[in-house]
């Protein structure tokens, strides 16, 4: 029988995270991931990091803490994580008055400086200025996804954690009591469990009975090999439509849909955005769909066609870069920016994931996790279904 003090399953940048974390307060720790292969959302992301975008005082100091962390991560880590400070594009469309959007933004702690088409290109070279009405500017923060969660991965083992690959297929418990975990190989006992699974927390906990708004879109994007072209700046729209979908997925009506899931398209967008790491790769566009069902797999061929026109016109010179299509469910909380904390009708359960900007919030947040775990296990937040 296989005991530790933590079980953390999921092993996308939350998970690894909140696993090196804990192990740094000197607790044994399980972290577990079913696929060696990582397609999740954590391999298939932009990397940006919003620290700008608080709007409350708990959440203004998240995001200055997130700032401060990763000024000095690569060195903590011992793995460079390629972080960066750079412009963040925010571009409007023609057809919207630039003023009005601009407003939209003034809940942000960090205002954005509003450019005209020809100021935005001058910052922004590859920008199309027929295809925009004005650009939002705002300083931003940029890492490379996969290389940061190797680092925390990588880190979390010299302290002593175990990872294994391994997929979780049941919650143990004994009564309202979790006991560990059954994987596909083997079963691991622990008083403490935590879900870091992405895009399958909701369905991994319904599996017990426990329902929160968790959710996912299936999200796809085009991810292209190096090459010679030149993006100063992190580009993507001012109007972010995916965020009203992911509202509007949590409603009574959608709710039922949930329980019962199906390849239908509830509602999907895409937003023509792109970012190029430090090795000359670009990622390219996103499209989010609401589909209950997350083994559905969406029409690759007709997603790319979609991605690539929708970029061609705000950055043409990006439109047939070589590239591949890629998919990974993305976990979303419709009513607020995260969910992290313990069920309290599950003794030893918790719940870290539904980031709404993961890059910026899991990090100082997986630091007070670990100070509640260790310190202060009252302080911590209770999730109620």
């Known amino acids: 029988m296989k005991n530790f003090d933590w079980i953390v399953v999921g092993a996308g940048i939350t998970g690894s995270v ?6 740094k307060k000197g607790l044994n720790v399980l972290l577990l991931e079913k696929d060696p292969n ?3 959302a954590t391999r298939y992301s932009y990397g940006g990091v919003a620290y700008w ?11 200055q803490e997130s700032r401060d962390i990763y000024h000095s991560l690569s060195q903590e880590l011992g793995y460079d994580t390629e972080f960066r400070e750079l412009d963040l594009m925010l571009t409007i469309p023609v057809n919207e008055n630039p003023k009005t959007v601009r407003e939209n933004y003034q809940k942000f702690f ?3 400086q509003l450019l005209t088409p020809k100021e935005a290109t001058q910052v922004e070279p590859l920008l199309n200025p027929d295809a925009i009405s004005g650009c939002l500017q705002l300083p931003h923060g940029h890492l490379h996804p996969q290389k940061t969660n190797d680092a925390y991965q990588q880190a979390f083992l010299r302290l002593g954690g175990t990872f294994n690959y391994e997929k979780v297929t049941q919650l143990l418990s004994q009564n309202t009591t979790v006991t560990g975990v059954k994987t596909n190989k083997e079963e691991y006992f622990s008083e403490n469990v935590v879900i870091c699974a992405g895009g399958l927390s909701h369905s991994l906990l319904k599996s017990i009975g426990i329902n929160v708004n968790v959710y996912f879109t299936h999200s796809q994007l085009i991810l292209t090999p190096k090459v010679d072209i030149k993006l100063k700046s992190l ?3 001012a109007i972010l439509n995916r965020l009203d979908i992911e509202e509007k997925s949590g409603e009574t009506g959608i709710e039922s849909l949930w329980n019962n899931p199906s390849d239908q398209i509830i509602s999907d967008v895409m937003e023509p955005g792109a970012i190029q790491f430090l090795d000359g790769s670009f ?3 996103q499209i989010s769909q609401i589909i209950t069902d997350p083994k559905a797999k969406p029409n690759q061929e007709n997603a790319e066609k979609i991605i690539r026109e929708g970029v ?23 009513d607020s920016n995260f969910l992290v904390g313990k069920i309290n009708q599950f003794k030893g359960l918790h719940l870290f994931s539904g980031f709404t900007s ?5 990090p100082p947040l997986a630091k007070r996790f670990a100070v509640w775990v260790t310190d202060n296990y009252e302080k911590m937040p209770s999730l109620l279904s």
Not at 18 to 23: A, C, K, P, V
Not at 53 to 63: A, F, P, R, V
Not at 358 to 362: C, E, L, Q, R, Y
């Open 18 to 23: 909140l696993s090196y974390e804990l192990t």
């Open 38 to 40: 990582y397609s999740n």
């Open 53 to 63: 975008s608080g709007t409350d005082d708990y959440s203004i100091q998240l995001c």
């Open 110 to 112: 960090i205002q954005p």
């Open 235 to 237: 580009v993507m729209p």
């Open 283 to 285: 990622c390219l566009g």
């Open 312 to 334: 061609s016109k705000i950055l043409p010179q990006l439109q047939d870069l070589p590239g591949k299509l890629h998919h990974c469910l993305v976990a979303f909380c419709p």
């Open 358 to 362: 993961t890059f910026v919030f899991a």
